[in-house]
């Protein structure tokens, strides 16, 4: 880091002029990054996944999405004819679509009170989000609908991406990070109250572009998935800017110290820079987690997740200390707050969770027992659809298909492909399956291309969760034994397979995550036992943001009141896995930035307890404003549509001020106190194969200070 500050220095200006080439460049080409994002959620070697290609594959549709579901409601019962002529004219308006409208037996799907009618339209998969699939729906039905008849399409997608409270479609979550943005101004100007408050997100700003440029660079050569455009704005956001408060908050405790400015760039980067490297390289250690996992959308945000730390860490020890050691000075004015003393408040702080230490873990930890707590009644699967939307047209006509006596699980139909010929026998078998409702087999040309043919499944129940899987594994039984039958595909199935594919392999996934961590956190806090409580208590911060998500989505403890959403029923099947690799490298930041700086103090001959006060003394304020720039960020995420985003948005954002109160500012500071001189043992032989110097506890003299 000392050559690296060095070589900064002395090319300042070839160093921004680089950087102002890449943010221009990823500024100019944001818009065609973006353009070539994909939506596939493919899950390769999968059957649900073969089924559900097979399907799109012959007819162009379906397979890999829910259907729309078009109702047209009379006001007497309606009459079939007119039903039929109006279905038949919406597919001949719309070719690429197939829609299912009658059965062998009948000749129009209806309500037992005949006042609906109903059809299922499955269609292709949309290339991206600006293309809305139910518009073109809503306007060939209500262009076709009989004279008197109402006019509405539903279906699981209609009621999950439109908002809560009104039912209409809500603005695009990237407009989100402005929010984000202007929140971490206002904290930003509270540190630094001077206009070095702007140096944090020009460094976030050309860190999130940057990351965009070489996103672009990746999607020439493999399929990135469309959230990591959201990533790399929201988490891009965060982490640059805790990587830049890092360093500049040292870079000005050694200028108050007396350094001349480019001696105190140096200092700053061989400490906090030095704190930066570790932590961004900690958080994309977290997201191997996904890289390595065989599913392709995954792998690709893995990728992507990866680059934003990286990048935040290269601009935060490349372009920040150039731009300090040129114009740093003269930018940090009124300088209203000094940075010559640690924090009063810190300090008094920490010397009080020293003195009552053992009261201090206790509390620490029973609260995240009470947290941990409710993880363990947890659902994985989709969101119910009570607690997607409460109002709006998708809202009301699943209303009347639900009070017409249609089954919940019309929302999540599956698909099953046969050969044709192998309907009637099919559906048969099918519908003898405990938990299906109906099997729908259209007769119509649309559902059989190619000697085969398409068939529908109704379950009884919403197929969204691992409570209600059980008749999506029974029907998969059936089909695999019925002679005839090619696959199964559907929301069900799709979760079944994402199951397998992801949670299956995890384990492995997970101990060579903990033991990477631990490897990189032995070389930089030199100790075997800092780092074994650091991925402990870290797992054990993620278990309780689990609990808490459960209590207050799954259970509904808090979605009612806040956000006007009932209870989910289930943790959307994707959200554990992400909040995991990302809250796992995000909350390690601090642990990093802490400990570093505790490390620091005791190997400058000061006590074990001295070196936490002063230690969390300097960092706490940091620690604190870092956290609160991340939690703007998600909660910036937590208002965009859709109960999924909602759901992922808080549980990070929790997490991270769980992690940022409880477990780094009570738990870490107590622990490191209780366990004394046992903190800083580095035996030789790990020392040697690490190849750092090893560590043995100094002598230490009870410094504990009563700061009143």
Do not use: C
């Not at 998600?634 to 999924?644: E, K, N, Q, R, V």
Request: no cysteine; net charge negative.
């Amino acid at each position: 880091m000392n050559r690296l500050a060095h070589v900064v220095l002395r090319h300042r200006k070839l160093v921004v002029v680089v950087w102002l080439v890449l943010f221009v460049a990823g500024a100019a080409l944001a818009g065609k990054t973006t353009e070539r994002l994909t939506l596939d959620f493919s899950l390769p070697g999968q059957p649900g996944d073969e089924a559900a290609n097979e399907i799109l594959a012959t007819y162009g549709n379906g397979g890999v999405i829910e259907p729309v579901i078009a109702t047209l409601t009379f006001p007497a019962p309606a009459q079939p004819a007119a039903v039929t002529s109006a279905f038949r004219a919406m597919q001949r308006e719309l070719p690429d679509t197939r829609v299912v409208s009658s059965t062998t037996e009948e000749p129009v799907l209806l309500t037992e009170d005949r006042r609906t009618a109903y059809a299922f339209v499955f269609i292709r998969f949309p290339e991206d989000f600006s293309i809305d699939p139910t518009e073109a729906i809503e306007a060939s039905l209500a262009k076709n609908a009989p004279s008197g008849a109402e006019s509405a399409v539903t279906g699981y997608s209609a009621l999950a991406y439109t908002d809560v409270e009104t039912g209409e479609a809500a603005p695009s979550v990237l407009s989100e990070a402005l929010l984000a943005g202007l929140g971490a101004f206002a904290v930003l100007l509270f540190v630094f109250a001077s206009f070095l408050a702007l140096l944090p997100l020009v460094i976030a700003a050309v860190s999130i572009l940057t990351t965009f440029l070489v996103v672009l660079l990746f999607t020439t050569f493999m399929e990135v998935s469309f959230l990591v455009q959201f990533l790399a704005a929201l988490i891009g956001l965060g982490v640059a800017i805790d990587y830049s408060l890092l360093i500049v908050t040292r870079w000005r405790e050694e200028r108050a110290h007396g350094r001349e400015n480019e001696a105190a760039v140096v200092a700053a980067m061989e400490t906090a820079g030095h704190a930066v490297v570790f932590s961004g390289v900690t958080v994309a250690i977290g997201l191997v987690a996904l890289v390595v996992l065989p599913v392709p959308f995954l792998r690709s945000m893995g990728i992507g997740g990866m680059l934003i730390p990286l990048i935040s860490v290269i601009a935060s020890t490349t372009l920040l200390p150039a731009i300090l050691g040129g114009i740093g000075p003269r930018v940090d004015w009124p300088r209203i707050r000094k940075e010559g003393t640690a924090s009063h408040g810190w300090t008094r702080w920490a010397a009080a969770v020293v003195r009552r230490r053992w009261l201090v873990a206790g509390v620490a930890l029973a609260i995240l027992a009470l947290l941990v707590a409710p993880v363990f009644q947890i659902k994985i699967g989709l969101a119910n659809t009570d607690s997607l939307t409460k109002a709006g047209p998708a809202f009301d006509a699943y209303q009347r298909l639900k009070a017409g006596g249609l089954p919940d699980g019309i929302v999540t139909p599956m698909e099953v492909i046969v050969e044709e010929g192998s309907e009637a026998a099919a559906a048969e078998a099918l519908s003898g399956v405990p938990g299906v409702a109906d099997v729908v087999v259209d007769g119509g040309p649309a559902s059989t291309r190619n000697g085969t043919s398409v068939i529908t499944v109704l379950p009884e129940v919403q197929t969204v969760d691992s409570d209600s899987l059980d008749v999506v594994r029974r029907v998969r039984e059936t089909a695999d034994t019925t002679p005839g039958v090619r696959g199964v595909a559907g929301i069900g199935p799709g979760q079944l397979d994402f199951g397998e594919a992801v949670y299956g392999n995890f384990p492995l996934v997970f101990a060579l995550i903990i033991l990477l961590t631990y490897v990189l956190l032995v070389r930089a806090f030199r100790s075997l036992l800092l780092p074994l409580k650091a991925v402990a208590f870290n797992l054990l911060s993620i278990a309780a943001t689990f609990g808490a998500v459960v209590w207050f989505w799954q259970l509904g403890h808090g979605s009612e009141a806040v956000f006007g959403i009932a209870p989910t029923g289930a943790v959307t099947f994707w959200i554990p896995l992400m909040v995991f690799a990302f809250l796992y490298g995000l909350s390690m930041d601090y642990e990093v930035f802490i400990l570093a700086r505790v490390r620091e103090e005791y190997d400058a001959a000061r006590s074990t307890d001295t070196a936490i006060i002063e230690g969390v003394g300097r960092t706490g304020r940091l620690v604190t404003s870092a956290a609160l720039i991340l939690f703007l960020a998600f909660a910036s995420l937590a208002s965009a549509p859709g109960t999924d985003n909602k759901l992922f948005a808080t549980a990070l954002g929790f997490g991270i001020l769980l992690d940022a109160t409880v477990v780094r500012s009570l738990l870490v500071p107590s622990l490191v106190s209780l366990m004394g001189a046992w903190n800083w043992y580095l035996p030789t032989w790990a020392a040697r194969l690490l190849r750092v110097e090893p560590s043995l506890p100094h002598a230490e003299v009870d410094e504990r200070v009563a700061v009143s």
